[in-house]
Antibody, heavy 121, light 107 residues
């Protein structure tokens, strides 16, 4: 069965960077886009961007340009997101989610359990 | 960016009631809308894809309708396990966006 297993919670200092992971299993990792979504405490969901692990192509929400960097390691079926120059506004839960294409459209069919990132001195 | 406006923000109901949750898009998006349920401290779960298409494993009491700018998620006879937050999401154009959510709570 499809599983997306994300790394553990992070407590990081302002101005630093953090790299979180999403290990995929149960499907061909290189055949599906992996997306990342941000959820601040008590708030809704915000799309960050995606990576296609097959060739490393990425697309970002303009709002996260320079903040998030998406990579993928085909050998371990793991997607990564690095967040840089962290501020309190980056404190949130970050989800990875698989993008499922269906005819001319697509949707998120599987989600990771989420990683809580807390930015605090 | 396409803005999705969900209403109401909170819906207080008793088990057994049937409810309708609304999602309105700031421009026409055909049927490129999907609904997710998120329980406290969990990740979202897909309920309905492309406005009205059912998902395997999701109870039949959940259904969706709409096209263009107005969409509805209906729950027929709410059960206790349904109390959670519901989000709509559009895949019509980048950046993909979500509504702010409707919280379904116990009256």
């Amino acid at each position: 069965q499809v599983q997306l297993q994300q790394s553990g919670a992070e407590l990081v200092k302002p101005g630093s960077s953090v790299k979180i992971s999403c290990k995929a299993s149960g499907y061909t990792f290189t055949s599906y886009d992996m997306h990342w979504i941000k959820q601040q405490p008590g708030n809704g969901l915000e799309w960050i961007g995606w990576i296609y692990p097959g060739n490393g192509n990425t697309k970002y929400n303009q709002k996260f340009n320079g903040k998030a960097t998406l990579t993928a390691d085909k050998s371990s079926s793991t997607a990564y997101m690095q967040l840089s120059s962290l501020t309190s506004e980056d404190s949130a839960v970050y989800f990875c989610a698989r993008w499922k294409y269906y005819y001319s459209g697509a949707y998120f069919d599987y989600w990771g359990q989420g990683v809580m990132v807390t930015v605090s001195s | 960016d396409i803005v999705l406006t969900q209403s109401p923000a909170t819906l207080s109901v008793t088990p057994g009631e049937s409810v309708s949750l609304s999602c309105r898009a700031s421009q026409g998006i055909s049927t490129s809308i999907h609904w997710y349920q998120q329980k406290s401290n969990e990740s979202p779960r897909l309920l309905i894809k492309f406005a009205s298409q059912s998902i395997s494993g999701i109870p039949s009491r959940f259904s969706g309708s709409g096209s263009g700018t107005d969409f509805t998620l209906s729950i027929n006879r709410v059960e206790s396990e349904d109390f959670s937050v519901y989000y709509c999401q559009q895949s019509y154009s980048l950046p993909y966006t979500f509504g702010a959510g409707t919280k379904l709570e116990l009256k």
